[in-house]
């Protein structure tokens, strides 16, 4: 039996053990090196130099961290309603028995298996006031195009829905399958009393689906912090810095400014903002249920 058992570990250790010692070598070993960094100043030239808590002082100070930190706040303020309800609401279509069902969930989900470089330049050139086709759209029907991505006001709106529109088939696709767990006994009892399409939605669906809604609620909050291609593709932070986020200031310090330390700081402070917000989520979902 104590043979057997050896033998049992080494064929685990055997199978794991590249997939560990890469995961310890690439992903914890940064890890771990960029919470030292936090606490360093580097300019990748020179050796490292340990300053304390100045680069989280430096944070504090700076207030194009905290225009950056106020921008991240906009895009998941407008975001995260957007995306939970587009995906809601396709969900709900798509797990209906119409014609064609199955093709237009392979179409709403095909934007989140595109790379976003692709998605950003498309929506890049459709957003152009010159020749973009969605001002052209709107012109023929007597409507007056902003901007976009020219505009301050309007070009943190067009990375959101930018977002929305390909992130939408995602939430769809955790909504549906939750959707299809709920068994139709429950919306025969409630057609039996009686309660109409508004009262099943409300009393019977949502409840039931309230542990995939928080669930895409997590993932949609932790990717909301984590913006960045489309913000880097479609506009760079401008225009005026109007859409200046959190994961763009890091990469700009990092590798524009050669501020290391000073990027990892920023990681380390985006990287706690995240967690609370996820474990904050996480306590207000079982208090709910």
């Known amino acids: 039996m104590y043979e057997r058992g050896w033998r049992r570990t080494l064929t685990l250790a055997l199978f794991l053990g590249p997939s560990l010692l890469g995961m310890v070598l690439f992903v914890m070993g940064p890890i771990l090196a960029s919470l030292g960094l936090a606490f360093a100043r580097w300019d990748l030239l020179t050796p490292p130099e340990f300053v304390g808590l100045a680069n989280f002082r430096a944070l504090w100070a700076d207030p194009e961290f905290w225009r950056a930190l106020r921008h991240t706040f906009g895009f998941l303020l407008g975001y995260i309603?957007?995306?939970?309800?587009?995906g809601l609401g396709a969900a709900l279509v798509l797990n209906a028995r119409i014609p064609g069902r199955d093709f237009f969930r392979a179409v709403y989900f095909l934007p989140v298996v595109t790379a976003w470089v692709a998605v950003a330049l498309v929506w890049k050139w459709l957003l152009n006031p010159?020749?973009?086709l969605v001002n052209h759209l709107l012109g023929l029907v007597g409507l007056q195009g902003p901007g976009w991505l020219f505009d301050p006001n309007w070009a943190m709106p067009a990375v959101i829905l930018t977002s929305v529109w390909k992130d939408t088939g995602f939430v769809m696709a955790i909504l549906l399958a939750g959707l299809q767990n709920i068994p139709r006994e429950y919306y025969e009892a409630a057609a039996i009393d009686g309660a109409g399409g508004a009262a099943r939605l409300r009393y019977v669906t949502l409840p039931l689906l309230a542990p995939a809604l928080y669930f895409a609620l997590t993932l949609s909050l932790i990717n909301s912090f984590q913006v960045f291609d489309q913000v880097y593709v479609m506009t760079g932070g401008g225009p005026a810095g109007a859409t200046t986020v959190l994961v763009e200031r890091i990469v700009k310090n990092a590798f524009s400014y050669s501020q290391m330390g000073y990027a990892a700081a920023m990681s380390w402070?985006?990287?706690?903002?995240?967690?609370?917000?996820?474990?904050?989520?996480?306590?207000?979902?079982?208090?709910?249920?």
Not at 81 to 86: A, G, K, N, R, T
Not at 272 to 281: E, G, H
């Open 81 to 86: 309603p957007l995306v939970m309800l587009c």
């Open 269 to 289: 402070f985006l990287f706690a903002l995240i967690f609370l917000s996820s474990w904050a989520l996480t306590r207000l979902q079982r208090r709910a249920l």
């Open 130 to 132: 010159g020749y973009g």
